[in-house]
């Protein structure tokens, strides 16, 4: 790119009053989470903490097919390296979300696959255009999903939910994500801007110190699970079979070939 082509950016960040509001704008990929788009999303996050923001509103453009499309694929590691060490830039936004003190709101229409489905389940609230569904899909690609993202699953989503979804890799909708308490609420797409803005400034209304330390104690008691050295060194272990296994190469190949995986068990 010559230097007169100014990169467009990835995100449109803006803060109305004590609310802000981060669009995530890279439809030409999907919204896939690139480095570069996760690299702004966690500034915006830290930018918007520092202004003292008391709500955030994590959004795509309006009536996108696609939220996003997860992981950047093409940003997978390949070659025997984990691909969601803590250093994955996808394990920093989950913490950056987790840790922002103000409550992150995920405004939902489209699509949510793979690890932009952890994404909006570490949100503090979510509220779903009936457009929206939601993948979880480390089994179409082969990756082995890391323990904190497992346990983001858990605490959004009951046991059996969290195995269909899975195991199947198959998308639900915003109907049965709010039946079974998965979304706060599914809005009608006409009115979804609004509802969420409403719920937005009932929550930068109330004392801010309060809500962030009680976000913060949900997050550590949601975080409470006791894991013995030798219990994570094993899932590590076996999470290590997986990232050095054929069929991972099979899943990032065939999603670079945009073909079907053919996967051996190997
Ligand atoms: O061919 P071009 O260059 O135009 O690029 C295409 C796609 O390659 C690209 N794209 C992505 N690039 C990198 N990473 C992605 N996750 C990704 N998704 C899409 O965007 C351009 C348009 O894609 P296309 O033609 O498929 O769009 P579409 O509208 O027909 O279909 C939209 C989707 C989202 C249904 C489709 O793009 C799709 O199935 N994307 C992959 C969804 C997915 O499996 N995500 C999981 C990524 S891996 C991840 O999140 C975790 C590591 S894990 O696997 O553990 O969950």
Known sequence: MDDLQVEKPLVSPRIDGQIGTIVIDNPEKRNALSHGLIEALIATLEAFAAEGVRA?????????KVWSSGHDVYDLPSGGRDPLGWDDPLRELVRAIEECPAPVIAM?????WGGACEVVFACDLIIAAPSATFAVTPAKLGVPYNVSGMLTFMNACPMRIVKEMVFTAKPI???????????NHMVPSRDLEAFTQTVAESIALNAPLSISVMKEQLRMLAGAHPMSPRRFERVQGLRRIVWESEDYEEGLRAFKQKRKPRFSGR
């Open 173 to 183: 909708s915003a109907q049965r994500a709010e039946g079974l308490g998965i979304i």
């Open 56 to 64: 955030v509103i994590l959004r795509a453009r309006p009536g996108v």
């Open 108 to 112: 939902i229409e489209g699509g949510v």
